[in-house]
């Protein structure tokens, strides 16, 4: 009996070690079959690329199919953020991260395209299919396109007399740049059928990262444009300003920030977290998976309340601050849903400086483990500009079309109160019928469009930022877990 038991628990037990081998050596067999796989694609890839170049009618340039492989290659992850970069397109990409370029200043993004999945159809019937277009993020403050009142949501149609209908990012970047004083025509559609073009003489880009002033009451205003290299200094000094002038709540404007720098954002949001987690990154190759977590020499008193804004120009590198002060209960948010882009890139280089790509080798998600990509972040607090009415859209139409507001501000340089309401009694006596306060704010909008150092923020007509500092003036602040 013993000696039977003795042979079942001996073959019990040489199953379960071929069972757990077999798991052992499951992962090792998978990884050596992809690879085995990946050798055999890029064998074939190789005698295509040799048949091509030896059979096509014409000779062919090795470097412009080796540009098209990889521009195609990476096409096909349906990623926008991960691209090829020529050498040429690397000097851009490495204009942008020093801070400095030549062009006309406009943060640019391309809307994925409608799709045609059946199921999503009933969701797009009262939307008009958008042409696939390069869309503006933001127009840099001071910068040509700024003064041409080119705005968020913009689509460029027309570069010079090119349609740029399925232009890439790269492409569309390619012909906005260029030598300072050197000229372009843009042309831009703004909501259904509202079409601009402008003039543009390109000029030396400083990315205007931070800009910073007093509101009364000792609100700190706070405006944040980009995250770059020296933007957490340029914070530094705008917190010791705050503090010299005995401000006791703040305000962050992120409206228009298209991100920018990693590891800028995490030292930002040091000196407002004393504790808690920034931000986590989370790969497919778990060990390089991050948390950055506060490293406790918050500047900021806990005490000051801080509102954040945003809108649908935010993204990236302004929606980790964002979702980091909310998360840790140490903002409110108010304006408008982010934009969503909730993934992290690696610029990886190709030898002999032959270019590079750029990669998106993680996501990342807010303190609370939510990833906004394609989703964006809410606001506690929604805050969005009352919708035009049909007459109102045709009225904006004719003004933006003409130039019109443009046109008045050059002939009036400084326009007094009484100068302003005579203008806007003839707009409404040639039937525009948008309100006082808007057409004033246009006006408004176009001047400081025409000076290279326009105010830091507009408390007449910025309804978004008269309600935050409502908020914190009447005492009504209040942040969940607080």
């Given at each position: 009996m013993k000696s039977r038991e003795r042979v079942i628990w001996i073959g019990v037990t040489a199953l379960l070690l071929a069972f757990v081998g077999a798991f052992a050596v499951a992962p090792a067999l998978t990884a050596e079959s992809k690879a085995a796989e990946s050798r055999r694609y890029l064998d074939m890839f190789s005698e295509v690329f040799k048949s091509v170049q030896q059979n096509y009618f014409e000779t062919l340039d090795p470097k412009m199919l080796y540009e098209g492989a990889m521009k195609g290659l990476f096409a096909s992850l349906n990623d926008p953020p991960s691209y090829y970069l020529t050498r040429d397109e690397l000097r851009d990409l490495t204009d942008i991260t020093q801070g400095e370029f030549g062009g006309v200043g406009l943060i640019i993004s391309k809307p994925p395209e409608i799709t045609d999945d059946a199921s999503l159809k009933p969701l797009?019937?009262?939307?008009?299919?958008?042409?696939p277009y390069v869309e503006v993020v933001t127009s840099l403050r001071g910068s040509p396109a700024y003064r041409a009142g080119i705005s968020a949501g913009d689509r460029i149609t027309m570069i010079g007399n090119e349609s740029t209908e399925g232009?890439?990012?790269?492409?569309?970047?390619?012909?906005?740049?260029?030598?300072?004083?050197?000229?372009?025509?843009?042309?831009v559609l703004r909501g259904a059928d509202i079409t601009k073009t402008v003039q543009l003489e390109r000029a030396v880009i400083e990315v205007p990262d931070v800009k910073y002033a007093m509101i009364p009451g000792g609100i700190a205003y706070l405006r944040i444009s980009q995250y770059t290299a020296f933007t957490a200094d340029k914070v530094r000094e705008a917190l010791d300003f705050f503090k010299a002038n005995g401000y006791s709540s703040m305000i962050i404007?992120?409206?228009?920030?298209?991100?920018?720098?990693?590891?800028?954002?995490?030292?930002?949001?040091?000196?407002?977290?004393?504790?808690?987690?920034?931000?986590?990154?989370?790969?497919?190759?778990?060990?390089?998976?991050?948390?950055?977590?506060?490293?406790?020499?918050?500047?900021?008193?806990?005490?000051?309340?801080?509102?954040?804004?945003?809108?649908?120009?935010?993204?990236?590198?302004?929606?980790?601050?964002?979702?980091?002060?909310?998360?840790?209960?140490?903002?409110?948010?108010?304006?408008?849903?982010?934009f969503g882009k909730g993934s992290v890139q690696q610029v990886f280089f190709l030898p002999d400086g032959e270019g590079a790509f750029k990669l998106t080798t993680a996501k990342y998600y807010t303190p609370d483990g939510i990833n906004i990509d394609k989703i964006g972040i809410t606001p506690d607090k929604i805050v969005n500009v009352p919708a035009l009415t049909a007459a109102e859209e045709d009225s904006l139409k004719k003004l933006v079309e003409a130039n019109v507001i443009e046109s008045f501000v050059r002939d009036n340089a400084a326009p007094s109160a009484k100068v302003v309401g005579d203008f806007i009694a003839k707009l409404h006596a040639q039937g525009i019928v948008l309100g006082d306060s808007m057409l004033t704010r246009m006006v408004r909008e176009a001047q400081n469009r025409m000076v290279e150092d326009p105010p830091v923020y507009d408390l007449d007509y910025d309804t978004v930022l008269k309600e935050a500092v409502r908020l914190i003036s009447s005492g009504e602040y209040e942040v969940a877990g607080q």
């Open positions: 797009l019937l009262d939307v008009a299919p958008a042409p232009m890439s990012i790269d492409e569309v970047v390619d012909k906005l740049r260029g030598a300072p004083g050197s000229e372009v025509s843009i042309t404007d992120e409206r228009g920030n298209p991100g920018g720098r990693l590891s800028a954002v995490v030292e930002v949001a040091d000196y407002f977290l004393q504790s808690g987690t920034i931000v986590s990154t989370r790969s497919r190759i778990e060990s390089e998976n991050q948390v950055y977590a506060a490293r406790g020499d918050a500047v900021v008193p806990a005490s000051f309340p801080i509102i954040v804004l945003i809108d649908k120009g935010s993204a990236s590198a302004a929606e980790i601050l964002a979702g980091a002060l909310h998360d840790n209960h140490r903002a409110l948010l108010m304006g408008e849903t982010s």
